[in-house]
């Protein structure tokens, strides 16, 4: 049974929001921003923002990303003796090599536009296919990426712990009672993306944004962007697992 369509009454009609409206009241009043970019589609902010913050974290968290990458190959026994000193030369060699850091953060910023954009095709294919809805590609980038915001704060906050500790394992979620886990086993890389309190709020603001640009009830909102999620969980702890060793 497909959405009531929605009653416009002339005279309210909601206004899009300026850049710094939307700025602030994704923290204080989501529903706002998400009836803004309903009215009118507005994503490049959000994703420059993103960006920006994944060029200067992967640029920072560089050498700490290589110990991390390092200690997988040192693990993997499927990998031939030869190979894997040759690759750890190789690794070691471009410690400090402030070129490649930045080709590492490069690419790190392009997945995850690439993320974002596998993440807004799996909200379209949930809510307009299979749930029936009506929304614009426009729209449902604008939610993504406004929703991305909570993203970029925990990057933020994260980033000094990940130069203090030395360690790209800086956890804000419940796999923190995991504390002899590796990064890469299944159980510490699905609390991790599933109770990281920046992720939550994340599906928080997308469910909310969800429901408003397709008029959708909260629940058919929550499972257009949970199945998602939770596929792309499974997929990345399964690949953590399978290469981290």
Do not use: C, H
Not at 214 to 235: M, R
């Amino acid at each position: 049974m497909s959405e009531s369509p929605e009653i416009v009454v002339p005279g309210t009609e909601t206004k899009p929001l300026g850049i710094g409206s939307m700025i602030v009241k994704i923290f204080s009043e989501p529903s706002a921003v998400f009836e803004s970019v309903k009215v009118k589609t507005s994503w490049v902010m959000p994703v420059l923002l993103l960006v920006l913050i994944m060029l200067v974290s992967g640029i920072v968290s560089f050498p700490y990303q290589l110990d991390m990458q390092k200690q997988a190959i040192e693990r993997n026994d499927k990998m031939p003796q030869e190979q894997r000193e040759a690759a750890l030369q190789q690794m070691e060699a471009g410690r400090g090599n402030i070129v490649y850091a930045i080709i590492g953060a490069v690419v790190q910023a392009a997945g995850g536009i690439v993320f974002l954009l596998i993440m807004v095709g799996l909200y379209m294919l949930m809510g307009s296919v299979i749930l029936g809805g009506a929304a614009r590609f426009g729209q449902v980038l604008s939610v993504a990426a406004w929703s991305a915001i909570p993203s970029i704060i925990g990057t933020i906050v994260k980033l000094p712990l990940i130069v203090s500790k030395q360690s790209m394992d800086v956890r804000t979620s419940l796999a923190l009672l995991v504390p002899n886990g590796k990064l890469t086993d299944p159980l510490v890389g699905i609390l991790n993306s599933l109770t990281d309190v920046f992720i939550v709020w994340t599906i928080i603001l997308a469910v909310i944004g969800i429901s408003i640009v397709y008029n959708f009830s909260k629940g058919k909102s929550a499972a257009v962007v949970l199945v998602p999620t939770a596929i792309l969980t499974a997929i990345g702890v399964g690949l953590a697992s399978l290469f981290g060793g």
